[in-house]
């Protein structure tokens, strides 16, 4: 066996469930014969009937020692699932190691529609099918280089953190996803608060759309928000509610490199701006450059981890 | 938080990887706009392009102590992730739990298509849409009990093992599955074995065919093979190469309630009579009675482990 030993660990005990999940009701589907295992026999399949869908899947893995800490659940981002808190693309330990040898329990999630949360019927239950995108694009869009319009050849970012001999490892963790689950996936992550009790979030990308407003809606359960690079900002009804969860939104580099992070982190400085319990750590500004979207499988991603775990200790979590 | 402490362990290390793929090249796609997030910036999404499609995921767990035997390879059946062998529908430890508390090494699978393997798009690369089974489908499929034809009701076999009362958990892990992806599946899997090196498959229902068709191609790398209720028995070219790899197949009970059963229990004992490598434990016949279908999952699952890895000991692997 060739796997590198990792960080030997200790746990209390580890385990996985299902949560959340509603009911559908199918009716009018034919009757089909399938062949379910090749030389098995045929088996009649009447796909009528009760189903329950968007459960999502969680592991979870408690520390030993305990550092008597609140819990991490761990929130990958859009086209991922919870591997991207696992090894990285090249090897090393990833943020799930990393928070267990600080002595944190960790819950790595899949979203409904991702991963082991499987995903519902297309198009009985959800109307569209998912979409996919091309590892060329995700080497542009997380920022990790450029590419040659001419040519198409993918350019790495001279000083990028991205370990870009092991892209391929990356790509292969992309998997097909939806873009009109979001009601689905909060309600799911919701679900998982209402079952681990208070907890820090760690959420990438699209997760962060789901994390501020499960923070927003459910401050009794989410005690702290990381939020990496987080894809957007939801409208929240302050005016109703104030924002008041401790919020660290940490920023790479190259983010003038896109079309749209400009934007976006426009849109988190605002946000900012307007709530006094969020900070923002843009890494550039710390001195550590060439930080792509993918802040947890850098080659300093557990540097950051460690800033992140320094920050969440000195808010009290 | 609840969650019930399982086993305490410790590790040598853990990570995950994706292993084996292989490039398509989609062209002639739309070029469409999606909103990726709440809230974030439309994002124009070119699909044509190289993909990366059926590559398959492992999570390893590297036990501590190490009794020094081949890994285990936990290979799960159709319809179902690698969260089969987790913790239990009712909340005991699972088989990954039980066999590192034994010292073995565990690669929990997620067979291409599957949970973090994700799946190719369709029907650009997999021509037709997954299948789904009712929860009162398995229900009845996999022996935990009866269907009552006029009301619908389900009943459970008076001395069924299976945990009824968290039927409803078993219901959510159950994820679409395809049936034309056969040669992805096995192909991912020799893969696996490539990077893990000689090991010992432990497999569930759908995944006895690709267990004994790798076991058979590959006695080099498969030591032995656990089959738990394997769905059907692959055509094996045994002219011109004999299959000698140490295999039991684990049968559970009320064979005969199910339509299928009775002819894939008999082409198992062709098998066994056929190939002396071949043992079957058939568990009513050893006073172990009220298995169902899911036989890492049943009440007795842990006795059955046992029994398992007894057979592994004797066969010095």
Known sequence: MTEHATVPLRLRGMGAFHVGGRDVELSGLPVREHLMAEGGQPVRIDPNGRYVVEQMYAQYFLADPDAGRLPLLLWHGGGMTGATWETTPDGRPGWLHEFLRRG???????????????????????PEAPVIQTP???????RIGTRDPATGALCPFPDTQFPV????ALARQMVPRWTTTDAAVLAGYLALLERTGPAVIVCHSQAGVFALRAAHARPDLVRAVIALEPASIPMLDTATRAYDVPTLVVLGDHIDTDARWPRMADRIRTFANAHAAVDILSLPDIGMHGNSH??????????IAGRVSDWLIHKGV
Chains 1, 2 share one sequence.
């Open 294 to 303: 993918m802040l947890m499988m850098d080659r300093n991603s557990l540097a």
């Open 136 to 142: 060329a694009d995700i080497f542009t869009r997380f």
């Open 104 to 126: 944190r329990d960790v819950y790595l999630c899949d979203a409904v529609e991702r991963g082991r949360s499987g995903f519902a019927p297309v198009p009985h239950v959800w």
């Open 165 to 168: 001999a092991a892209f391929d």
